[in-house]
């Protein structure tokens, strides 16, 4: 599952236990991007915190695992290249590419989409506030791409930075060991990375 997790949330925890559960997935591996080309329009955390954020949020599960692909290449990242490096790691791994219906929507405008189908299978999850449209759905090579319905969470990492920024809480949103991270490190707060987003 790849994912900026700027910071990790429970959305991404619940869709992550879902698919492992659906697919009867031996692990799920969170891969948190290096540089997200999708995201220059804004400062990203330092990939060290998402990394640390990401540990902390799924150490508790034994079937959870991050991997340091993509923030140890250089350059921006690609999902083609982290499913390269990924099954040139585990080359006797079926590999399944877990992504949100939003994430999935965009999907050809990513680097060698048709490649990526070929390395390994998407699954899509539903995602309250965005629906796939038909065009894309039917874009997408069915054979390749499996929809899976998951309980609706309304959480995204936009929400949560804005709320630290706010000083609003962030409690049971993500786990209790990110939030004291954040707090530790100062993230998120008014006079840093997320000022613009506020406007
Ligand atoms: P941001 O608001 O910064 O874009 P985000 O909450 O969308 O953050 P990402 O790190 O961009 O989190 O998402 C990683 C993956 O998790 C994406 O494929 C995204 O679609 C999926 N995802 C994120 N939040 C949810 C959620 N609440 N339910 C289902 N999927 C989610
Ligand atoms: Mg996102």
Redesign the pocket.
Known sequence: ??????PI?H??LV?ASEVQAWFDLDEVVFVPTGDPWQKADRQVSPAEDRYLMTVIATASNPRFRVSRVDIDRDGPTYTIDTLRDLSAQMPDAQLYFI?????LAEIFTWRDASELFELAQFVG????GYDMDEATLAAIPSERVTMVE?PA??????DCRLRTARGEPVWYLVPDGVVQYIAKHHLYTASGATASEQK
């Not at 999850?125 to 309250?128: A, D, I, K, V």
């Not at 969470?153 to 936009?158: F, Y």
Request: proline content about 4%; aromatic content about 4%.
């Open positions: 599952m790849g994912g900026t997790f700027d949330h959305g991404h869709a992504t949100g219906a939003d994430a999850c539903t995602r309250p998951i969470l309304a959480i995204s990492s936009t």
